[in-house]
């Protein structure tokens, strides 16, 4: 199923029956101020677990994503010290995805690491669906290799043909970027850029 949006003025409907779709355990593909991404409600596990058998990610080896509406509930989801959320606040919404400790309201399947990597796309889209779901949106980029021709990670329809029957529902937001997010690494005490993507880091 595809469904257009746009950055505002979407029908209340469309928003209602996505966030339905997220709480009954389906997964979405969705626009990030980055690349589509494919996605699930963070706290349901069995959800989170679908993502990581499409993608093929064992999350006892790789950090796994959340996207927040905004900061104001942060420290249910992670741990972050006064320095740490001046920064994540003078750089969300944007590009960045910032690793931290997670915290206790995140499922077990997110402690294997014992870190949680924090979004807050600076894309309306996924923002007002996070907002009126009141839960974190687990989030990781669709799945793609170096074979596949671009299109089929930029455009909608196209990522609806590929993934159509593996996702409950595609969002389509426009053409799709191809920069990832930058990671910035704060679990130490001190921010540690691990992959410059799109975002530039804002320091002072």
Not at 12 to 24: F, G, H, S
Not at 97 to 107: C, M, R, V
């Amino acid at each position: 199923m595809l469904i257009k949006l746009y950055n505002n003025n979407n029908n209340p409907k469309d928003i209602d029956q996505i966030v339905q779709i997220l709480r009954d355990g389906g997964v979405i593909i969705y626009p990030t101020d980055t690349m589509y991404a494919i996605g699930c409600h963070a706290l349901q596990v069995r959800s989170v677990e679908t993502i990581c058998r499409i993608k093929d990610i064992d999350p006892k080896k790789k950090s796994l994503s959340i996207i927040c509406y905004d900061l104001s509930n942060i420290s249910e989801y992670a741990k972050v010290d006064n320095a740490t959320f001046k920064l994540m606040k003078r750089n969300l919404p944007g590009a960045f995805t910032f690793i931290l400790t997670s915290g206790n309201k995140l499922p077990k399947i997110f402690k294997n690491r014992k870190e949680v990597g924090i979004r807050v796309p600076d894309n309306p889209i996924i923002r007002e669906i996070c907002r009126e779901l009141d839960a974190p949106i687990l989030t990781t980029t669709i799945p793609w290799n170096n074979q596949d021709v671009i299109e089929y990670l930029t455009n909608p329809e196209l990522i609806n043909e590929k993934f159509g029957n593996e996702v409950d529902l595609v969002i389509d937001g426009g053409i799709g970027g191809i920069e990832p997010s930058t990671i910035v690494d704060c679990t130490s005490g001190s921010a540690k850029i691990i992959r410059q993507g799109k975002g530039i880091l804002e320091n002072a």
